[in-house]
């Protein structure tokens, strides 16, 4: 069993920043491919970053060079590092974990980011 669980969303004005952190407990995996997701109202779960045990990193074009992923293997804990905020990066943010060869797939219950401008 694993649970995750973000934390550091919140109300920030515009230019910004903010770090978001999921800390997952339970099954560690040696092994994973860690996500941020993010869903505005109205809109799909998109994915916003990605990164490996091995420190392989992803990002979606409207949120490179200024976010930034990371993640303390040891602690089982990710990061998403966001700068630069803008009006349109107000969501709902979303970690996801899957374990290397695995088709299992683990949420946390999302924190709130809100940009004002």
């Known amino acids: 069993q694993v649970q995750l669980v973000e934390s550091g969303g919140g109300l920030v004005q515009v230019g910004g920043s903010l770090r978001l952190t999921c800390a997952a407990s339970g099954t560690i995996f040696r092994v994973s491919h860690m996500y941020w997701y993010r869903q505005a109202p109205g809109n799909q779960r998109d994915l916003v970053a990605t990164?490996?045990?091995?420190?392989?990193?992803n990002y979606a074009d409207s949120v490179k060079g200024r976010f930034t992923i990371s993640a303390d293997n040891d602690k089982n804990t990710w990061y998403l590092q966001m700068d630069n905020l803008k009006p349109e990066d107000t969501a709902v943010y979303y970690c996801?974990?899957?374990?290397?060869?695995?088709?299992?797939?683990?949420w946390g219950q999302g924190t709130q980011v809100t940009v004002s401008s």
């Open positions: 996801k974990q899957r374990p290397w060869g695995s088709a299992d797939e683990y």
């Open positions: 990164i490996t045990t091995a420190g392989n990193t």
